[in-house]
Each structure stands twice: as structure tokens, then as C-alpha cells.
């Protein structure tokens, strides 16, 4: 499904379908104001008052049927209230009876698409269109949603299809059809400024070498902002290898990239205006002779040494150096994505990235704007306290503390040595996969956070 905005139109009276929409307290109700035919159609087909049920009402005709679909709440709908419907109907447009579908028809429009690279799309029944009577936000919710799908279909990529060199086409496609400028830090020219980068990808075969992918775009007078996604193409767990089940998914490890990638699409393409610098720091953690070592002590580009006691806690290596870069430029706003520890899941699981910040106003805009969105986020600490968890005897500290405790905050400590404290920054450890398949949402890649982030940068900056 590529043409997205085809999914989304502004209502100018075209013939369409009616969607009336009811709640469960409503339930009874509406039943009761319904003509005995509507009641049969009901009780036949078994709507009940529950999330994302649905029944055909028959017309006079037979192509004047309307549908009655159950959401939670008619007077607030989520983006997802009407995401099975734009699942299972028939092709054809679709109007609510009352009201606007606001954010609702970005899971309409999200709900229809399917990742085909690996199998052939079944676009034989058509698209489903919605109609709005709204049509200034048909293009944010547009981009929205492709934002998302980006996100989604990148995780989805095998490792084999999508190693860094191919993290680095995505990037310069973005920079070529906006005008942005486009610089790659490749292989052997990393030892020298990028050390931390390099040592974690090194070990890669020919063709897939690192690189520190960099995307500058906007008037150099507008606020300057950086947005830092890990792109670990593939976590074999370097010499401290996965066992096979917690290599399974390790395809998606450039899941902080995918949602980086996406949200920078989503400034350049709004035309909001920032100074926007993207980094992409993609590597493959792989194993070989070339290999990073337990206990080999890198040096880091702001010259910070680190003693590497795990080659599986690789993100927050090659993200120091990139966050590094970043801040060089100064920018007044800092964010980074990661899929960087299984701690973060174990704490909130999967819908919930653990956001990490500098700034209290930051963090409690993030959150806000991740309720407003239904992109909900979590807060944890950065707790000063549990800094000495990252002490070493040799180097200036380690890469992963010993011990399976705050596993999530020690890693955010790892990576607050690199931003200065007067850049606020905030870090979102984010899961960028959906175990369980819901409507408008498959079991696969997934973004988590990109909404709320682009609620923040939208209400910060938009005109």
C-alpha cells in the first residue's frame, strides 16, 4: 500500500458508506431507538458492547448497507478505534455519521498496510477510504502514518537485505529528495575519530564495514536539534555471543535508527523550522578474528576510555560516539533511540520505552505529548547514585556494569557522560517489536515513542 493519502480524503459530499460509532454505555440505548429490521441484523451477527465489534445494518437496498462498530469512548477517539474496521470491510469510502475521525484515521490508514517484501500483497479487494470533514490534518496524519509504516518495514528487513550499507541508501534517499546534506564516515576512516564505532564493527564481513551515517538539513538560523538512532544492523553478541534464542531477533537492534530515520522525515517533510542533524551510527556486532574483546579498553572520540566487559553492550559504544558528534554542533535539543536493553522490557515491556532525560521540562513535555498521541512513554530515573556501578580500575569506566541490577539506568549513565549538561537531552530505550498482533498493529517491527517525539518537536518548533 503506497499511496497512502488515497486512504485519507476530504469529505466533499462523494457517495460513501455511513460508520456510526457507539460505546458500550451508549450500547443499550441505541439499540433500543432502532427499527425491528436493524435489530434482527444485530442479533444475527452477535454485536455485543465490546472493543472493536462491528455489524452491517442492511438499507432499503441492497447497496445501501451502513455499518455499527463498538469503541470505547465516542466522545475521545484513540488511533486504533477503527483500525479492525479498515481491516475486514469492503473496499469503498466510508463516513461517520457524527463527528470527525481525527486521530482515529491514522490507524485506518496504517491498518491497510501489509510488508510484502518476502510475499506477494493481496490488493485484490481495494483500498478502503475515509472520509474527513477535517482537512488540515490530512497531511500531518499522512505522514504519520508513513512514518510509522517506515519504521515498521525497516525492523521487518532481514539483516541479510538491510546491513549498513543499506541503513545508508535509506538515509541518502531521504537527503536526496529534500536537498539535504549527506555525509558517511566509512570503515577504516573511523579508527582515528570515531574509535568506539569502528572497534564494534570491525569485524564485519566486506560490504557490510560501519560507518557513521550523518544527515544535515534546514536554515542554519533556526533552532538546531540532533536525533541519534543506534543502527545495529545485526547483534550476533560479538565474542560474547547470544545464545539462539536471544539472537532471534536480533534483525531488529537498528530499531533506534528506523525511528531516528522516521522522525527526521517527519521534520524535513512538514518543512518545520529546525536545523536538523541527524546520525546513524550502523554497524554489524559480528564475530571474527577482528573482533572487539572482553577487556580490551577502547578509547572514545570525546576521549573517554572504556573498558569493554561485555561485547554485547555494543549500542551504548557506538551511540557515545555518535551522541559525541552530536553535540559538537551544539544543539539546543538532543534525542536518541535505541532498542539498547532487555532490562527496559523487563521492567515495562514492550509498549513502553523507558525515557531517560537531563531536563525535567523536557521529560514531562515528552510524556504529555505521549498521552495527547497515545504513544505513551515511562520515565525512569537517571539515578546519580548508581553511577559507581560503572567504575573500572583500569579505564575511566566500563561499558556494562556487573550484576543484573538497573540494567536499563546504568546504561542511560553510560550514555549521559557524553552530553553536556546544558543540552537537554532525552534517551528513549524502545523495543521497536510487537510480540502479539492487534488491529492496525501486525506482530513485527514497530515504533514506539515516534509520535510522542514528534508531538514534542511539533509543539516546540511548528509555526
Not at 244 to 256: P, V, Y
Request: aromatic fraction near 6%.
Amino acid at each position: 500500500m503506497s499511496d497512502l493519502a488515497s486512504l485519507l480524503q476530504p469529505d466533499r459530499g462523494q457517495s460513501a458508506r455511513t460508520l456510526h460509532l457507539i460505546d458500550p454505555q451508549g450500547f443499550d440505548g441505541w439499540l433500543a431507538k432502532q427499527s425491528a429490521r436493524h435489530r434482527a441484523a444485530v442479533a444475527a451477527q452477535k454485536l455485543k458492547p465490546s472493543g472493536y465489534a462491528h455489524a452491517i445494518l442492511p438499507g432499503e437496498a441492497a447497496e445501501e448497507w451502513s455499518v455499527v462498530a463498538v469503541v470505547a469512548d465516542t466522545a475521545s477517539l484513540s488511533p486504533w478505534c477503527l483500525a479492525k474496521l479498515a481491516e475486514v470491510l469492503p473496499a469503498g469510502s466510508y463516513r461517520l455519521a457524527e463527528g470527525e475521525p481525527g486521530a482515529a484515521a491514522f490507524g485506518w490508514i496504517v491498518a491497510q498496510h501489509r510488508f510484502a517484501r518476502y510475499r506477494k500483497e493481496d490488493n485484490a479487494e481495494g483500498p478502503r477510504v475515509l472520509l474527513t470533514g477535517d482537512p488540515a490534518r490530512v497531511d500531518d496524519l499522512v505522514r504519520q502514518a508513513a512514518a510509522t509504516l517506515r519504521v515498521r518495514d525497516l525492523v521487518d528487513t532481514g539483516a541479510g537485505d538491510l546491513g549498513p550499507a543499506e541503513l545508508e541508501a535509506e538515509v541518502a534517499t531521504l537527503a536526496k529528495a529534500h536537498g539535504a546534506t549527506l555525509t558517511v564516515t566509512r570503515g577504516a576512516e573511523l579508527e582515528r575519530g570515531y574509535p568506539m564505532i569502528h572497534a564494534v564493527g570491525r569485524a564485519a564481513a566486506a560490504g557490510r564495514e560501519p560507518r557513521l551515517i550523518e544527515l544535515e538539513w534546514g536554515n542554519p538560523a533556526h533552532p538546531r536539534i540532533a536525533v541519534v538512532g543506534k543502527g545495529v544492523c545485526f547483534d550476533s553478541g560479538g565474542l560474547n555471543i547470544k545464545p539462539g534464542s536471544g539472537m532471534a531477533l536480533m534483525k531488529k537492534d537498528m530499531g533506534g535508527a528506523a525511528h531516528a530515520l522516521a522522525l527526521a522525515a517527519l521534520v524535513i517533510e512538514s518543512r518545520l523550522p529546525v536545523r536538523l542533524h541527524l546520525l546513524i551510527p550502523a554497524v554489524e556486532n559480528a564475530i571474527s578474528g577482528a573482533a572487539f574483546r572482553p577487556g580490551d579498553v577502547l578509547r572514545s572520540r570525546k576521549g573517554l576510555t572504556v573498558e569493554n566487559t561485555n561485547t554485547d553492550a555494543e549500542g551504548r559504544l557506538v551511540l557515545g560516539d555518535a551522541i559525541t558528534r552530536a553535540v559538537e554542533g551544539e544543539p539546543e535539543l538532543l534525542l536518541d533511540f535505541a532498542t539498547l536493553t532487555g532490562a527496559a522490557r523487563v521492567a515495562l515491556g514492550p509498549d513502553l520505552p523507558a525515557t531517560f532525560a537531563n531536563d525535567d521540562a523536557l521529560a514531562a513535555d515528552l510524556l504529555a505529548c505521549g498521552t495527547a498521541e497515545h504513544d505513551p512513554l515511562w520515565r525512569l530515573p537517571l539515578w546519580d547514585a548508581y553511577d559507581d556501578m560503572l567504575k573500572s580500575s583500569i579505564a575511566d569506566m566500563v561499558n556494562s556494569a556487573e550484576g543484573a541490577f538497573a540494567g536499563s539506568i546504568t546504561a542511560a549513565l553510560f550514555l549521559r557522560r557524553f552530553v553536556p549538561a546544558k543540552i537537554a537531552w532525552a534517551h528513549l530505550d524502545t523495543f521497536a517489536w510487537r510480540p502479539a498482533a492487534k488491529p492496525g498493529r501486525p506482530k513485527g517491527g514497530e515504533a514506539y515513542g515516534l509520535r510522542a517525539a514528534w508531538g514534542l518537536l511539533r509543539t516546540r518548533y511548528g509555526r
